[in-house]
T-cell receptor
Framework: QQKVQQSPESLIVPEGGMASLNCTFSDRNSQYFWWYRQHSGEGPKALMSIFSNGDKKEGRFTAHLNKASLYVSLHIKDSQPSDSALYFCAYTGNYKYVFGAGTRLKVIA | GGIITQTPKFLIGQEGQKLTLKCQQNFNHDTMYWYRQDSGKGLRLIYYSITENDLQKGDLSEGYDASREKKSSFSLTVTSAQKNEMAVFLC????????????????FGPGTRLTVL
């Protein structure tokens, strides 16, 4: 059983549009949640973290966390072609990081 | 700032061969990780090292060995390469392991791309 389910697997949005990415977790011990982004040919880089229930905004990126529902999401406002990448959600718990399979986002001009 | 370097960038091996991947970081971080990335399966933890001289198995350690030679370097060995295997191996580091009370951003290297003929 996958510990982290990401949806959708892939997503195409027009430039300037809103991209919404979702994650559900099965581990109720999950405490800390992260979003990472990986451009082709590179290693993943952290986008943002969210540790408390509610919304957290950083520029065009807004993360939402609901620990009771084991759910976290990422919304990208005013999407740019440079946002095209593979996005991972991850949580840390019991001293390990657990990553989802990723959502591949393509932003078309 | 700092950087993680991984060598080689591309690695082509033969079935049954023993292959070694190397990782160096200059963040002065205590904790280092090795992940395997397959298409559609996210990142799976192979080995991690909380501090120099420590070694911990991850979920995917079978078929691999690891070595933390010094604080800045962490190596991974594929003990017997499997035919037609293709994957990206990613090295990462954090200031320390965080424990139950903290969570740190992981810094990743660019990866080593393995192909086994």
């Amino acid at each position: 059983q996958q510990k982290v389910q990401q949806s959708p697997e892939s997503l195409i949005v027009p430039e300037g549009g809103m991209a919404s990415l979702n994650c559900t977790f099965s581990d109720r011990n999950s405490q800390y949640f992260w979003w990472y982004r990986q451009h082709s040919g590179e290693g993943p880089k952290a986008l943002m973290s969210i540790f408390s229930n509610g919304d957290k905004k950083e520029g065009r990126f807004t993360a939402h966390l609901n620990k009771a529902s084991l759910y976290v999401s990422l919304h990208i406002k005013d999407s740019q072609p440079s946002d095209s990448a593979l996005y991972f959600c991850a949580y840390t718990g019991n001293y390990k990081y657990v990553f989802g399979a990723g959502t591949r986002l393509k932003v078309i001009a | 700032g700092g950087i993680i370097t991984q060598t080689p960038k591309f690695l082509i091996g033969q079935e049954g061969q023993k292959l070694t991947l190397k990782c160096q970081q200059n963040f002065n971080h205590d904790t280092m990780y090795w992940y395997r990335q397959d298409s559609g399966k996210g990142l799976r933890l192979i080995y991690y090292s909380i501090t120099e001289n420590d070694l911990q198995k991850g979920d995917l350690s079978e078929g691999y060995d690891a070595s933390r030679e010094k604080k800045s370097s962490f190596s991974l060995t594929v003990t017997s390469a499997q035919k037609n295997e293709m994957a990206v191996f990613l090295c990462a580091s954090t200031p320390d392991w965080g424990g139950a009370g903290a969570s740190y951003e992981q810094y990743f290297g660019p990866g080593t791309r393995l192909t086994v003929l």
